[in-house]
């Protein structure tokens, strides 16, 4: 279920650059990986759209004319399929945790989650997620937890907030999206909106574990976003979820 990919920075100066003798060398941008995950099956998705996503975001970033452009920068570095249920996504993180320790310090990653809402219409970008596991069907290992902590070091409830600005991300891929004529999603694909509530099943579970888990690796830049994208009714949807999914490394 699992598979890495590597991909090697590409030379950022072209052969007709010119600069000065005496003029100091501009520092290379920091290298940026992401690791994607997706959920396999549950009760009511036997066909997890996340799970879509990261199995074919790689091969549908191969088809856009903005690849190479976007590989100079940046690259996935691993997708993930996790199981929907507690007890996978800690020991699936752990291991996660132990890989990331061996990236080098000038590369930073953004663990990017993808999720289901099976009621929801638009693109969610959430904001935080809530130490409090209060699930409302078992989850695939029969865990039906009601509202008990996620991370025991914290107060039942508590938000943790992504580091990142979610607000200016969510405004880039509007404009981004707006701008991009060939992906531009059709009117009934849904909207990107900012979002506060990742509900409190597994997708809370995972981003809460996520956040709290990698806090400790701020010094070496390890970041968390969550995404919740709506069913796939149709193939403009599924089209519009991939195209989100790949201008969100663009944006970030």
Not at 128 to 140: Q, S
Not at 210 to 215: I, K, Q, R, V
Request: aromatic content about 6%; proline content about 6%.
């Amino acid at each position: 279920m699992t598979s890495e990919h590597r991909t090697e920075p590409n030379d950022r100066h072209s052969s007709g650059e010119r600069r000065s003798a005496n003029a100091p060398a501009r520092p290379d941008p920091r290298r940026l990986e992401f690791v994607i995950t997706g959920f396999g099956p549950f009760r009511n998705a036997a066909e997890n759209p996340s799970m879509i996503l990261a199995n074919e975001i790689e091969s549908y970033l191969q088809t856009q004319a903005h690849v190479d452009e976007l590989h100079s920068s940046c690259a996935i570095r691993e997708t993930l399929v996790l199981e929907t249920s507690a007890a996978a996504v800690r020991d699936e993180l752990r291991a996660l945790q132990e890989r990331l320790a061996a990236v080098d310090v000038d590369t930073d990653v953004c663990i990017l989650h993808l999720g289901v809402n099976l009621r929801g219409k638009d693109f969610q970008v959430e904001s935080c997620a809530y130490n409090d596991a209060d699930f409302r069907i078992p989850d695939e290992r029969g865990f039906q937890p009601k509202h008990q902590v996620i991370v025991e070091c914290l107060p039942l409830g508590a938000t943790l907030e992504s580091s990142l600005n979610v607000d200016g991300l969510v405004e880039n891929l509007n404009a981004t999206a707006k701008g991009d004529k060939t992906d531009l999603p059709c009117p009934d694909a849904g909207k990107i909106v900012a979002s506060t509530d990742p509900g409190r099943f597994v997708c809370n579970y995972t981003y809460c574990w996520s956040l709290n888990s990698f806090a400790s690796d701020m010094a070496s830049c390890r970041q968390c976003l969550f995404l919740h994208v709506p069913p796939f009714e149709n193939c403009f949807q599924k089209r519009a979820a991939q195209s989100f999914s790949s201008n969100s490394q663009r944006a970030l």
